[in-house]
Structure formats: C-alpha cells, structure tokens
C-alpha cells in the first residue's frame, strides 16, 4: 500500500503543485489560505525555485506574470478579497497569453466578509473577473486527495493552451485535514510544453515581446477572435464532471466542491427513502458542463433540476442556460457562513420531487 | 569612406511616434548604446511601461515584456529571479514609477533586487493628455491643475529617487538630464553604471533621467530644455544621489 499522509487542503495544493513542477510562488498573507503560502515558503527553496511573500496581492499577481514570462511553472494563491485585487493581473496575464495557476479558497463576501466558507465567487471566477473579452479554465476540487490532483492537470492545461488556470476551493477545503495518497501522482508528472515565445534573452533568435497592447485598427479585434477559437477548443474537450445515479433519475441536484460533498451524502439518504435522485458535479466550472445536463433534455421525460451552492445563486445561472427553459430548475443556498445542510437540502429536494412527480 | 556615426544595432531603424522635442527617443538611445557598448543585447529583457513609451519594444530589437500601470518592478523582480543570468531593466515615467507603482517601487528597492531602473521624470502625463503626476512642480500647469499645481491641495513634487536612497537594500541612485549634449553624455555613463551594477551583482540601481515634454508643457522644444535647466532641475537638481 502506497503511504497516505495527512494533509490540510491548503497545504495539498501546495505540495500538488510542487510536484507538478510548479517553481515559482508570490503570495500575500490572507485568511483561510496561509498554510498554502507557509508550505510554499519550506518547501519551494529545497526544489530550488523561488518563494516570494510580496508587498501586495496585486504584486504577486504580477510576479506570476513575470516568472511566467520567462519560462517558468508560476503560481499565487489567496481567498476572496485578494482575489479581487489580483483581477488587474489576470486580464494582462490572459491577454498576454501566458500559463499561470491561481488558487482562491473561497470565503464570505462581500468586503471583507468573513473566513467562513463560500462560494461566491463563482461569477468572478467563470466569467473572467478582470477586464475584457477572456475567460480562465476553473477546476473545482471536492476533497483534499482531489486538490492535490488537480494541480498536474491545472499546470498542464496552463502550459497547453497559455491561459490563466484558477482552483477554485473554499476554506473548508482549504482547512480540512484528510489523507492524500501520493501514489497517484502519475497524473501529476510534469509534461514539457515547448514555450518559444518566453522571454530568455534574444540568443540566436529574434526578440520575443509579452504584451497585451494591440492599438492598430483591427489588430485587437483579430487577437480577441483568438482567443475565442482558443477558447472554443477548450470548451469542445476540456469539460470535466462527475455522475451519480443519474440513469433513472427524476430530480437532479447540481453541485461542486466541498458542497457537493454534502449534497453527495443528501442524495445517498434520498435514494435509501426510495427516491430517484442523482447528481451531476461539475469539476470544471468553466468550461461549465452542459453537456451533462443536456443529455438528460433529451430523456422522454427530463429531469427537475436543483443547484444547490454556498452562495445566493451563481452556478445555477449556468444550469438554467444548460436547460435553456425545458425543464424547472430550482435553487438552494446559504451564503455569508451559512453552509446548506444535508437535512436541509433533503427536505428541500423531498418537497420539490413531491412537486413535480 | 567609412562610416563614422551609427545608430546602435540595439535600436531598430524605424521612424518614431514620439512628438517633436521628445526626451523619450534620447533615453531609448541610450541605453540601447549602453547595451551594446556592455555586449549584452543577448541576455537584456526590457520591461516597458504604461505610458508614452508602453511600444519602446517597437525601437528596442531585443527581448522585452508590457506591464501593467506601475507593475514593472514586480514583473522585473520575478524575471530577475527566475533568470538571474539575465539583465533585467524597467524603463518607468513618473506616474507609472512614483504614483500607481509607488508600493511595487518601493518593495522591490527595499528588497535589493538586482536590477536596473530607468525613471523618465517629465513631470506631467505625457499619453494621457498632460495631467498632474506626482513630480509636477508648484505652480505648473497641466491638464487636471488648470490654475497650476498647489501644495495645500496637491501636494508637493514626489522627491521619490531621494526617498529610495534611503532604503539599506539600494545600491545607486543618480538623477541626470536630457537637456543639453554635456548632460546626455553625463546620462549615458549613469546607464552604463545602473547597467554595471546588475552585471557585477550590486544591487538595485536607478537612473532618474529629467526628459522634456514640450507638447504637455506648452513650449517649443527649445523652450522646454530651457525649462529643464532653469526651472526643473532647482526643483531636482543633478547628480549622484546615492
């Protein structure tokens, strides 16, 4: 048996990123994600990269975007209020089309809210969040083991389509302590994407420029209709989403993260009182998987929908335009600390298979 | 015949899109002679501002990196310490450096990265259309000080290269002129300097180079070094600060 060692969420993504070849880390101090930075700070220097504690988040960011530039696996990570403040440098790091990984573990908004977990800032995170026309692939781990794993696959997807790459936990998971096997780390092996556009000193070749500044007539519009087919491709192949019970079911539940861990748990006491219902949980948030949603349209009969999320309603947008108005979709959620319950969602979901059956 | 006088191969031959009278395109020699002259042009990576000279990479023909408004010496601090074999230099105006960047500025000079700084102090925002910038002098006129700038509202020149002398971690800090021959040469050796420094692992250095803007200051170019010698350098005089 491969050993298993006992980890916080925070420090798994940590040690996740390390070992997929992550050597580059800028942070700032912020509730609930230090243990990710103080990880960062021990063990960056033994894999000789470097450790920056920066000035500011907005600092960070930009370090990232330098470290990028020049070749190398770079990330930052934060909670909500110091998210906000890296949006700046995301949209120049999108815009510059450079890989970067950045982690939000989530907490209560708006302001400064609390350090409970949330998960409002899904709309912040799926939908750009800086400005201009760009989007940022986002990963949704649910469990410790799972964001430890999705640091390969963030770096990865990172360095093949040179796009920002968001994690997006809440401190839940961020906090929580369970079991990581390291063993599956083959997922995880660093793959060496060529990157001749990195600044290295122009050595037997012709300048490279990093920018995002295109002021001739026409040039931004055609570099934005890039991005697009970039983006385009992503959403044809990179759409990630876990089933369950969902061959009969009549009313599915929709979740991610550390949410869907409960609603998991809510669906498995349904199907004990007889009840057909399943759920769909997205573990890429964008691209969303409407996919999985889709497919089940075209059932004889679709199912009822309910998102059910750590906020007022952010994810369920994007399962209403998945369902495009065919079937009801309902919401349930708690939002500044308020975490759903399992007891809470079955009631919620007894009551709405009662009507609609 | 042979040639006697060229533009330094570190400088494209293009034609530029600076005004008349501009300090921007002198800088931009510079440092590509500088550049040259210390052999360097394989390792440089620039990083250009926001501002004027956001395209210095359309003159400059080595590799150089866009940052965001003031965010030039994080990006520079992370390039430099990725590749520490690389020269890594910011080419920051006033705004850019002393107003939005001040707290990336600042950190990187109090950390000590080993990089080079060149600061175009014009006292006015040249792109934007001649507002207020930190190192506008008292009683000048811009487009966001109509009646001049006033001390009890706006405050005072931002002195941000005597500040940054201040800090242990800093190696050189020499503010020099762009507006007459003699003080061009004198800027020269302070790039070539800033440019040592990096190479010999000194630490941070920054050239504070004063740069006329006629076209914001509302004179004729001849005018505007004028302005630099009899006015702007009494407030920022020249010379090896640190």
Known sequence: MPPKVLL????????????????????????PQNELTAYMAQHMPEKGGVFIQAESETSAI???YGASAAGCRAMTSSSSPGISLKQEGISYIAGAQLPAVIVNVM???????????????????????GHGDYRCIVLAPATVQEAYECMGQAFDLADRYRIPVIVLGDGMLGQMMEPVTFSRIGALVPKN?????????????????????YLAEGALEEFNLLLQKKYQAIQRTQTRYEEVFLDDAKLVLVAYGTMARIVKSAVKQLRLRG???????PLTLWPFPEEAIQKMLRRKKPPVFMAVEMSYGQMVQDVRLAVNGKTPVE??????????????????????????? | MGKIFAPPPSLRDTSTHYCPGCGHGIAHRLIAEAVDELEIRQRVIAVAPVGCAVVAYDYWDFDCSEAAHGRALAIATALKRVRPDNIIFTYQGDGDLAAIGTNETIHAANRGENVTVIFINNAVYGMTGGQMAPTTLIGQKTATTLQGRNSRLEGYPLKISEMLAGLPAVTYVERVSLHSPQEIMKAKKAVMQAFKNQIDGAGFSLVEMLSPCPTYWGLTPVQALAWIR??????FPLGRIK
């Not at chain 1, 916080?8 to 040690?15: M, R, T």
């Not at chain 1, 994407?193 to 500044?213: E, H, M, Q």
């Not at chain 1, 308020?338 to 298979?353: F, H, Q, W």
Request: proline share 6%.
């Open chain 2, 230 to 235: 009899d006015t702007m350098i009494k407030e």
């Open chain 1, 331 to 357: 919401f349930y959620g708690r939002s500044g600390g308020g975490i759903p319950a399992e007891e809470e969602i079955v009631r919620r979901a007894l009551k709405l298979y009662a009507a609609h059956s």
């Open chain 1, 62 to 64: 930009n370090m990232v």
């Open chain 1, 8 to 31: 916080s969420g925070n420090e798994a993504i940590a040690e996740g990123a390390l070992q997929a070849g992550c050597r580059f880390y800028a942070g700032y101090p912020i509730t």
């Open chain 1, 275 to 281: 009840k057909k219902v399943g759920l769909i949980r």
């Open chain 1, 107 to 129: 907490r209560g908004g708006p302001g400064l809210g609390n350090i409970a977990p949330s998960q409002a800032d899904y709309f912040q995170a799926t939908r750009g969040g």
């Open chain 1, 193 to 213: 994407y060529p990157k001749p556009w990195a600044l290295t000193g122009c050595k037997d070749r012709k300048p490279n420029i990093v920018k995002s500044f």
